[in-house]
């Protein structure tokens, strides 16, 4: 989660330097710019970042088989954007595929043992709290 946009993914190395708070997508809080990363190219720039905000929750990268077409593929939960965000990994490189809407803060992603996938809802503004198991849906004949 990171300033006022520029929600971030980033490829995490050992000694790399992502350089927030000197560089980001986003800006400051009191909407002071910060400058973007490609100003400072000894910092790191994020493999995706988000501007509006989807205020990243929970993270999970999918190593079963009852969604075979998502194996490998991460999972992020979506505070303000209320949704599950998929992302699609290609060596050091990565794009948002899917973002489902789930019309609640999702607070945390999950993986069972049988490669369910599970969904925590966030408590706050009214809601319960409440935990959601995705399963595959078996196609109308």
């Known amino acids: 989660?990171?300033?006022?946009?520029g929600d971030?993914?980033?490829l995490i190395e050992k000694g790399a330097n992502y350089g927030y708070p000197i560089v980001s997508e986003g800006d400051h809080y009191d909407h002071q710019p910060i400058p973007d990363h490609h100003t400072r190219p000894e910092f790191r720039a994020p493999v995706i970042s988000w501007t509006p905000v989807i205020s990243p929750a929970g993270?999970?990268?999918?190593?079963?088989?009852?969604?075979?077409?998502?194996?490998?593929?991460g999972f992020m939960g979506g505070l303000s954007s209320k949704s599950l965000v998929r992302i699609e990994f290609d060596g050091d490189t990565a794009r948002e595929a899917e973002r489902f809407d789930m019309g609640t803060r999702i607070r945390e992603v999950e993986q069972c043992q049988d490669g369910a996938i599970w969904l925590l809802e966030d408590g706050r503004f009214g809601a319960r709290g409440r935990l959601f198991q995705l399963v595959p849906v078996k196609p109308a004949e």
């Open 59 to 73: 993270f999970l990268i999918y190593t079963g088989t009852r969604f075979p077409d998502w194996t490998g593929d």
């Open 1 to 5: 989660m990171g300033p006022m946009g």
């Open 8 to 10: 971030e993914l980033n």
